[in-house]
């Protein structure tokens, strides 16, 4: 018995399937539980560190934190807010039909991909002499603004050519099927990169923390330097709100994606079958 696109697996298949899924699980399960061991040998697990959470002084350290994740959010929603129109003009100029539009842009978009974020923002800071919060915003505008347009690029030169072909044939001008036809066809297709770029922005606010920023990380810095056993304790935590943080934007743009997939596939015409029934008769 087969599919369309690959055999169903038999009897021996799965068997095999079912075994390396079981040892993978038990490998998996036995690093979790040495590391745990070599934790707990190390007090990681002692009360005492972790109860700067929970005693009477969690309240400061809770709204230390709660500082630095508002500062994180701002940054990463103003940094995205100005990247992605910015990314989007950025591709419209990589992909004109004029040479000295084209070429010009390409570089500066390689320049801006093949900098580290990091130098971007120093740069700023010490040239410009400009706060660490606007330093952090123009380093991610710069970097995103980029990949935005790249991935904006890949998403327009996957889909098929007859797409553009209709747009100039019903009287529309290059730009204007660029941005009514191709633009929202190619962000519906790219999304989950884009979702995924707008991670790596949010994560990369941490790198605010070598200009002095008051985002996430440093906040967790400054409360593990009140004493050095709470190394882990504080870093653990600060783990665990940047991943909440991170898996809440995903949830958040899936859920966009599937609204959008839904507004679309209802928008969709039905052909008149009955009045071609009736033309046949």
């Known amino acids: ?47 005492a560190r972790w109860a700067v959470f929970v005693n009477e002084s969690a309240r400061d350290v809770w709204t230390q934190l709660g500082l ?25 100029l990589r992909i004109s039909l004029i040479a000295w539009v084209r070429i010009p842009t390409q ?13 971007m923002i120093l740069f700023v800071l010490l040239v410009f002499a400009t706060s660490p919060y606007v330093a952090v915003v123009t380093g991610l505008v710069l970097y995103n603004a980029a990949i935005f347009a790249e991935i904006l690029r890949a998403g327009i030169q996957s889909l098929p050519k007859g797409q553009r072909e209709a747009g100039l044939a019903i009287g529309l001008r290059s730009f ?31 790198l605010g923390y070598i200009v002095a920023y008051e985002e996430l990380l440093r906040k967790v810095k400054l409360i593990s ?38 507004k679309a596939a209802g928008g969709v015409a039905k052909a008149p079958t009955a009045g071609v029934a009736t033309l046949i008769k």
């Open 107 to 119: 570089v500066v978009l390689e320049f801006l991909r093949g900098m580290p974020v990091v130098l």
């Open 1 to 47: 018995m087969s599919s369309v696109l690959y055999d169903v697996p038999g009897p021996k298949a799965r068997r095999v399937s079912l075994i390396g899924s079981v040892v993978g699980s038990l490998i998996i399960a036995g690093g979790v539980v040495g590391a745990v061991v070599i934790l707990s040998s190390q007090g990681i697990f002692d009360s």
């Open 225 to 262: 330097d009140l004493e050095p056993s709470l190394l882990f304790s504080a870093f653990f935590v600060g783990a665990a709100i940047y991943i909440l943080i991170n898996l809440s934007v995903s949830r958040l743009a899936i859920w966009i994606e599937r609204r959008g997939s839904k």
């Open 176 to 206: 204007q099927s660029r941005v009514s036809v191709e633009f929202p066809q190619a962000i519906r297709r790219m999304l989950p990169s884009l979702i995924a770029q707008l991670v790596v922005l949010l994560k990369d606010t941490s």
């Open 68 to 92: 630095g994740v508002l500062s994180t959010l701002q940054a990463a929603a103003v940094a995205a807010v100005i990247a992605f129109p910015l990314g989007v003009a950025l591709c419209l």
